[in-house]
DNA sequence: CAATAAGGTCACAAGGTCAG
DNA sequence: CTGACCTTGTGACCTTATTG
């Protein structure tokens, strides 16, 4: 992995020696693909080992007023030239092994059980590298106005070589990231535009101190009811409804009744009120007492040992929240259909009618931030989403939102998928399975971050059982999770979530994934349950823009 | 209470003697017995209330090298002249009345509701005298060679008559204390050998240092709260809240409002807010005045003056900090077993998966320090146990982490404890009940050490009433107790323990606990363990390290 | 001066209040 | 009964005053 970021840098700075320096171009074009392709043969070297996250390099919706059908078609070529030897390659694996395992992506791993390509008809090399130089050319006539990465990936069946993976991976950074340079400007600028009121300012001034808080104090939640804490109270961090909730328990030295069930309770802020006998147990072994209190000024190195003990309760409360809300299956499916289809909604409101193929982006500028909003609204509405810390929730947004509008669109409107995706992938377009698309959107969010945490990953994992139970252990084969893979890989290099090929666990999984009915009559009461008033911390539209500027 | 331990000292004084006079013992043993009686007799003039921590005697898992049996059945003979005696006499009080209220533990207080046993049939005082004597002359035979304390108390329910409790806890204490000097140089000499490095030396010189200097000068503690003390505030010394308050008192002129529990609060750094009335008054009992302040720099020998006689009021006002640590029995309760159920997760991902019956100790070397590690941040997490001097809690870890390690290990795995423990107590294991369990844990820490103080008898106590009240009188039988009691025999360094009782668990017993016994090599690794920054007045891993090593 | 205590300051928590 | 908001008291840390 480190070989790919090396030699990505080289390629990286190809580019940008070309960019500035023109006149040099020739002599660094040579040398910078000989360095390329030693760290590619290191890379192979190193690692015969073969990926199941393919990518495909595809383009995506062009800025209208650029160049696009040249970089288009120069991407294409290096797809096609890479496809074209992928389909001639015969197939090593057996077909019912098509979802690969955990291991065979961690660098260490002896990749016993990992696919060996070593025998295939050799990569015509020479092909992609010409490709590669004809694209490196495009990229210097291109203005990379996009108004979204030009590229994305998209997975591809049967998975493509490692060394290739290497190189479309390559491609598809540079060409984004100098996409992002290329823009930051444009969107800072339009970001600003939307700002001149007073008003927002300051509103975005407040926003943007409790932004940078909570990613040194992860926003100090309630450590009883995982709410937002208020403060440091008898003893512990707790929000102004535990607090009050303690103090008359105390005060009148209430005996509550008993637990109906069982002392099992989860305590969360949804919940609290529902059984007081459980509220109490929990404040007590969080270690809440009249003799714990604390007057007066924090001393500071007390707060801060505070803080990092905190920070494991928290985690734990947290889980035991993402735990609640996807006790009930049918719910937290019903929950995240909800918003996914709010989200398609909006965007097939802002999207143009027909998209021809060289039409450009189908959603035009001014609906962008409309997009945004809408994304960041679908993440909002997921369950289990708020109960991430906030910082690492923008980064999860800031990372998907093309992914996940793309994803979105191509649900929308499949005339627009077969355009844009090889036909190799339309048969599989999650079109035609809502259930599937939407939790492929939550996932695509959620196991997106290159640094998952305990929280965000124990979100994810129980985003792939969703999954598992909802479209069954067959279609958790290769298309939807591919596809969700390749929408990721492009944001991180991350370990891949993985079900084993193996007969016993196939076996295990089809037990597990019941089949799971949906009836309509809970859409409706889950969409009453909205919380009226919103917890504070959600991601507001002012971090959108902020995302948005980000770029 | 001060009759009994001069009672005590009347019966140990026969005990030595016999041992160093066997000739005279015959006469010595009348007039002593007759001593003996005596004291009882005024011990029962005295009060005729009824204790309801009342104790059982109960042998245990003798040397196999020691003629036990003999004292064994010598014991049990005390245990059934008594236990007898108890179950003819009719119960007096209520069924109702199970679970006792804190007064009828206070001496001064009266006994309204405390059980008069004043009409019960009398013991038969020569019964138990037969048998004490008999008890006496096996004592002789006996060389004492346990690795642990041979008896202990239990509580029994229903509670046993006061002067039966007296005879009880006199035994008990003289066989312990007994027990004690026979092995005083045995451990000696262990732990001695193990500290022949120079490493070793400086690190135990240092303990001792810092061991000796909080006991001594414990850093100046506020003669109010005792909290810590910022200085010689209006001619006391005080810490920065109370000298807050007191000035905030003497400006303001404020009269505070009536003391809602007539004038009786205890005033220490936890609570000292809870009732203005009560600190006003104990600031002006200490002496805080307006007219005591005094300028400047304060001359040594007025200073060292002082903190002499501040030495005093610290014992009773850490066990006034005790007591209102356990005024509540629910959070008490509860921090000990939150502390408990850390330690269980410790331990529990420390165990093997599986222990076979012969696999020896479940928990691995390089484990060991974590176990131990948990063990003391147990110890620390107990209420009240910080009360404690520092050298005291040292000494209670160190003689009993293997205890406590074993309880936790049983009280995961049930499997395990009915492979261990005699089929007697299985059915009795607290692994039904997590309270009783963690608070069996809490006494086996603090009711260890074989020279208690006044601190940590008062703490032992607490959690002896706390289990009482916790577990309720029918849990409060022997049982439990016993259980407890040949866990922490069986764990001892000595070579393996053997359950006289059963045939079938001796040699399972043999083969699990061998491997308990730790080599000397862990004293190097652990050294490198030690904390960079261990707060003062916790016990560190450095001395966890010394707990091993000592072993 | 240095050391140290009185006194001031203000971030912060306990406890009260009352509409919901 | 709940919990957002308010009033009051608290105490860590500071400045200022006093003494050896
Ligand atoms: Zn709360
Ligand atoms: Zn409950
Ligand atoms: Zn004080
Ligand atoms: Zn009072």
Chains 1, 2 share one sequence.
């Not at 690692?47 to 390099?57: A, F, I, M």
């Not at 006790?327 to 027909?354: C, G, H, V, W, Y």
């Not at 708020?386 to 990372?399: A, G, N, V, Y």
């Not at 993985?498 to 799971?516: G, K, M, V, Y």
Request: charged share 20%; with cysteine.
């Amino acid at each position: 992995m480190l070989r790919i970021s090396e030699a990505e840098r080289n390629l990286e700075s190809i580019l940008g020696q070309r960019q500035f320096n023109k006149k040099k171009r020739k002599t660094c074009n040579d040398a910078t693909q000989l360095d390329f392709f030693k760290s590619e043969e290191q890379f192979l070297n190193d690692s015969t080992k073969v990926g199941n996250l393919s990518l495909t390099v595809a383009p995506l919706f062009p800025s209208p007023n650029s160049p696009i059908p040249n970089a288009f078609i120069g991407l294409l070529l290096v797809y096609k030239s890479i496809e074209n030897w992928h389909s001639s390659t015969p197939l090593k694996r057996s077909p019912n092994a098509i979802v690969v395992r955990d291991s065979e992506f961690d660098d260490d791993d002896d990749d016993n059980n990992a696919f060996k390509f070593s025998n295939n008809p050799p990569l015509d090399i020479s092909n992609v590298r010409r490709n590669i130089s004809s694209v490196s050319s495009l990229l210097d006539s291109l203005d990379f106005s996009f108004s979204t990465f030009p590229i994305q990936c998209i997975p591809s069946n049967p998975p493509i070589e490692r060394h290739i993976l290497f190189i479309c991976h390559s491609l598809i950074r540079i060409v984004n990231r100098r996409f992002l340079q290329s823009n930051k400007r444009l969107f800072h600028r339009k970001a600003v535009s939307t700002r001149n009121s007073p008003k927002v300012n300051a509103n975005e001034a407040k926003q943007e101190s409790t932004d940078d808080s909570p990613s040194n104090v992860p926003s100090l939640l309630c450590q009883v009811c995982s709410d937002k804490a208020s403060g440091f109270h008898y003893g512990v961090f707790a929000c102004e409804g535990c607090k009050g909730f303690f103090r008359r328990s105390i005060q009148q030295k209430i005996e509550y009744r008993e637990c109906p069930r069982n002392e099992q309770c989860l305590i969360v802020s949804n919940n609290r009120n529902r059984c007081q006998h459980c509220s109490l147990k929990k404040f007590l072994s969080v270690g809440m007492s009249r003799d714990a209190v604390r007057f007066g000024r924090v001393p500071k190195r007390e707060k801060a040992r505070m803080v990092e003990e905190m920070q494991k309760t928290c985690v734990q409360s947290q889980r035991d929240t993402i735990a609640v809300q996807f006790e009930n299956d049918t719910e937290a499916l019903e929950k995240t259909m909800n918003a996914f289809r709010t989200l398609q909604t909006t965007i097939d409101s802002l999207m143009k009618p027909s998209m021809p193929l060289a039409g450009g982006c189908p959603i035009e500028f001014p609906s962008y931030l409309t997009a945004i909003k809408a994304v960041v609204e679908f993440a909002n509405g997921l369950p289990g989403f708020l109960c991430l810390p906030q910082s690492e929730r923008i980064l999860m947004i800031k990372s998907t939102v093309f992914d996940i509008l793309l994803l979105c669109g191509l649900s929308i409107r499949s005339d627009l998928a077969s355009m844009v995706l090889p036909p190799l992938f339309v048969s599989q377009l999650p079109t035609s399975s809502p259930k599937t698309c939407a939790i492929l959107a939550a996932l695509t969010l959620c196991h997106s971050i290159q640094q998952p945490t305990e929280l965000s990953l124990s979100l994810s994992e129980k985003y792939w059982l969703l999954l598992a139970r909802v479209a069954g252990p067959l279609s958790l084969t290769a298309v939807p999770a591919l596809l969700l893979l390749c929408l990721r890989t492009f944001t991180a290099p991350l370990p891949v979530r993985i079900f084993s090929n193996t007969q016993t666990n196939t076996d295990r999984l089809t037990r597990l994934c019941s089949p799971l009915t949906i009836t309509d009559s809970i859409e409706v009461s889950s969409l009453s349950l909205v919380r009226n008033s919103p917890p504070r911390d959600v991601v507001t539209s002012s971090e959108c823009i902020d995302v948005v500027s980000e770029f």
